[in-house]
């Protein structure tokens, strides 16, 4: 029932910026925490940032601390990733994640944490 949506991925130059916006649509969006995640080729799913309705408490992967910011827009049903100072290391396929609202707390960093999941969107940072 519940779909998101990523988009604003795209090809930028190092040290350039992009922000990705994940919408939710079928039903009236709620969720215990909402989170990004990328997958560069070869390599897992790995955590980037994740935020709690609750308290809109963040949570970032150590890499991205300072350079990305995740917030939501409730009113739209929408989360976004702001991405700064961008590096070819954060080239990647990037998701959007979120759990249901009843969702156990668990460990929003693990992946298999969150019910549903996006398509994914592509973002190529060139040095």
């Known amino acids: 029932q519940v779909q998101l949506v990523e988009s604003g991925g795209g090809l930028v130059q190092a040290g350039g910026s992009l922000r990705l916006s994940c919408a939710a649509s079928g039903r009236t969006f709620s969720s215990r925490t909402g989170g990004w995640f990328r997958q560069a080729p070869g390599k897992e799913r790995e955590f980037v940032a994740a935020i709690r309705w609750s308290d809109s408490s963040t949570y970032y992967e150590d890499s991205v601390k300072g350079r990305f910011t995740i917030s939501r827009d409730n009113a739209k049903n929408t989360v976004y990733l702001q991405m700064n100072s961008l590096k070819p290391e954060d080239t990647a396929v990037y998701y959007c994640?979120?759990?249901?609202?009843?969702?156990?707390?668990?460990?929003?960093?693990?992946?298999?944490?969150?019910?549903?999941w996006g398509q994914g969107t592509q973002v190529t940072v060139s040095s």
């Open positions: 994640g979120a759990t249901t609202p009843y969702s156990i707390d668990t460990d929003p960093r693990r992946s298999s944490g969150y019910n549903y």
